[in-house]
């Protein structure tokens, strides 16, 4: 251990320590030494609240309001959606929740609130069911729901990795499989909404009151 300090020394010194004292300097002790360490990188982040965070795709988290400014997903859809997500279990993808308690969690606030608007089990049952066919959710079945861990992940990149190529060993490597092929289709009210991804979104056509 000494030798490797007095080298580690020597070096700093721009000369060779050498590997033990010579005899006729005797024994000396090694006084004053401070060593400084740089804050550790992989140190984790600080975030509100004991449920840890989750890791999501830039893309997906501007693609979110666009969709719901554009009318392109409903209020309802956009709350399940991130209300699942954030209850995760870190590693897996996966959100142990029946849609019951999808419902109550919803309705957390509002039960507190005399009056408070609450969603329904009806609502959320559609909602996850839309979700399913956007390929941001999948059924997991007892129970749990499997997120598209391309858009919301808690855990890190060899987690995921792991957990995507489980998705694929079960859907037999489909590429047109979940989690493959995101996204709503850009209708409402049977007029196609022109969607520009790059941040744009089109003022809706009004249309003239006839009689």
């Known amino acids: 251990m000494y030798d490797d300090i007095l080298n580690l020394l020597g070096e700093?010194?721009?000369a060779t320590a050498p590997?033990?004292?010579?005899a006729a300097a005797g024994k000396r002790k090694l006084k004053g030494v401070t060593f400084e360490y740089e804050d550790d990188p992989r140190s984790v982040h600080s975030f509100a609240g004991g449920a840890g965070y989750s890791l999501a795709s830039n893309w997906f988290t501007q693609l979110l309001p666009q969709l719901f400014i554009?009318?392109?997903i409903t209020k309802s859809q956009l709350c399940v959606f991130l209300y699942v997500a954030g209850g995760q279990r870190p590693?897996?993808?996966?959100?142990e929740y029946t849609q019951q308690e999808i419902t109550d969690g919803l309705n957390g606030l509002a039960a507190k609130k005399p009056g408070g608007k609450k969603i329904t089990r009806p609502t959320v049952n559609r909602a996850v069911r839309t979700l399913c066919e956007y390929k941001w959710l999948e059924s997991a079945g007892?129970?749990?729901?499997?997120l598209n861990v391309t858009l919301w992940f808690q855990g890190n990149s060899a987690a995921q990795h792991e957990v995507l190529a489980q998705i694929a060993a079960d859907h037999d490597d489909d590429p047109t499989a979940f989690p493959h092929?995101?996204?709503?289709e850009m209708v409402h009210h049977q007029e196609a909404l022109d969607l520009n991804l790059d941040g744009e979104?089109?003022?809706?056509?009004?249309?003239?009151r006839t009689g």
Do not use: D, H
């Open 12 to 14: 700093q010194l721009g």
């Open 201 to 208: 979104v089109p003022e809706p056509v009004r249309r003239k």
């Open 142 to 146: 007892n129970g749990r729901i499997r």
């Open 91 to 95: 590693g897996t993808g996966i959100a």
């Open 19 to 22: 590997a033990t004292p010579p």
């Open 70 to 72: 554009a009318n392109g």
């Open 181 to 184: 092929r995101i996204g709503p």
